[in-house]
């Protein structure tokens, strides 16, 4: 996969994407990263690339030509260009997972009080927020979406499955971690992580996951992937049950 981000600060997006897993997917080939300046698209000799917005109001806009032009020059078969734009969709696991299967991203980080509408209407495919909140500019999303992408591409986490594994793969908060050493302050590994048996390993981790999610995002539980025993537990939680109180019957 190809992911181009065009920016007018390449400084703030350069340095990350060298760093932990992104920079070792690049290494090996695995994801191809590019950063664009936008200026480099703007025309005249100052390369200006906002300007003041028809019928007033304050903060400048970027003009759609550098876009344009930036796309046009960046753009292969089936690239899909998307804008990163506080009224687009909101970014989900679901989304990063159908972003993933395409072939070539085109992430346009808009900047100051926004991006000429023409952008979105003539030239981008999608326009995508990462939450209910304004940035200072697009830069911070487009890697928030690079990064999400990136890890669901086979071979990144190395771990075979491992994405599968995520909080929101399968609707469902991840259950708690824990590592050495076994009791830390007086907390305690629970003692099913120690005990060797598989099987009550993965029934105590869905059973947890399922907790924080009915505990912490309950909202999540309405499209997750429940069976009906698991669908009455749910009512067991409601009633006031704990995973604690419920041990192997759970």
Known sequence: MRIDIVTLFPGMVTPVLGESMLGRAQARGLVDIRVVNLRDYAGGRHRVTDDYQFGGGGGMVLKPEPLFEAVEALRTPGARIVLMDPRGRTFTHEVAAGLARESHLILLAGRYEGVDARV??????????????????????????????????????????????????????????YTRPEAYRGARVPPVLLSGDHARIERWRRVQAIWITWRERPDLLATARLSDEERRLLERFDRGETPEQLGDSA
């Open 120 to 177: 979105r209407e003539g030239l981008a495919d999608d326009a995508i927020s990462i939450g209910d909140y304004v940035l200072t500019g697009g830069e911070l999303p487009a890697l928030v979406v690079t990064d999400a992408v990136a890890r669901l591409l086979p071979g990144v986490l190395g771990a075979e499955g491992a994405a599968s594994r995520d909080s929101f793969a399968d609707g469902l908060l991840e259950p708690p971690q």
